[in-house]
């Protein structure tokens, strides 16, 4: 049984400040890694995905991987009112199968 | 583009009763995706198609559902008989021809209800 875990939160943090989600995988033959933020009644928005050890930056957004430690994580620095949603951890291996988190919510309060 | 295009976006059924939803993909998308949401198990994959062949359909969770792509505009997912625990929301995606998660277009989503 492959699991996604995520804690559920809700993560608060004041506007400004850098909200830090993290996700662990049972799975070690995962291969690629994903980040999606979920607005209530929406469906899922893709923001960042990674496939090796490390980090990736798009913007405010840090994707951080380790394989060895099966975790990856999720920063958003300067976090925004607009930013408070539930944010998806997904993981895949090479077929097109995914497997998601329950998601986190992070609150940013002015 | 419209984007992926779902219907009904809400349903409210009794037990026992059929229920349809129905997707229709971005054009040229070569690949379908039927997703299940709730609050307990979360986004759950329950089927998906390339070039409107089922490929894998483990995820379905018993008989009672069925998924058809007709054709390359049109799929649908249904329930019979509903019962409550069917209640969820469900997505419809789509992707070109790689079909990978980053290449999904997740559609608005259909609000199962089952009373």
């Known amino acids: 049984q492959k699991e996604v875990e995520q804690n559920s939160g809700p993560l608060s943090v004041p506007e400004g400040a850098i909200a830090s989600l993290n996700c662990t995988y049972s799975?070690?033959?995962?291969?690629?890694f994903f980040w999606y933020r979920q607005y209530s009644g929406k469906s899922p928005e893709l923001i960042m995905f990674?496939?090796?050890?490390g980090d990736k930056e798009d913007g405010r957004f840090t994707a951080q991987l380790n394989k060895a430690s099966q975790y990856v994580s999720l920063l958003i620095r300067d976090s925004q009112p607009s930013d408070s949603a539930t944010y998806l951890c997904?993981?895949?291996?090479?077929?097109?199968?995914?497997?998601f988190g329950r998601g986190t919510s992070l609150i940013v309060h002015p | 583009d419209a984007g992926v295009i779902q219907s009904p976006r809400h349903e409210v059924t009794e037990m026992g009763q059929e229920v349809t939803l129905r997707c229709k993909p971005i054009?040229?998308?070569?690949?379908l995706f039927w997703y299940r949401q709730t609050m307990m198990r979360g986004l759950e994959l329950l089927i998906y198609?390339?070039?409107?062949?089922?490929?894998?359909d483990s995820g379905m969770p018993e008989d009672r559902f069925s998924a058809k792509m007709p054709n390359a505009s049109f799929s649908t997912l249904k329930i019979q008989p509903s019962e409550p625990r069917d209640s969820a929301v469900y997505f419809c995606a789509s992707s070109t021809t790689t079909g990978r998660l980053d290449t999904q277009y997740f559609g608005p989503g259909t609000r199962l209800t089952v009373l």
């Open positions: 198609f390339n070039n409107n062949v089922p490929i894998d």
């Open positions: 799975d070690r033959g995962s291969q690629s």
């Open positions: 054009s040229g998308h070569d690949y």
């Open positions: 997904a993981v895949a291996g090479g077929s097109y199968i995914p497997t």
């Open positions: 990674i496939y090796s050890n």
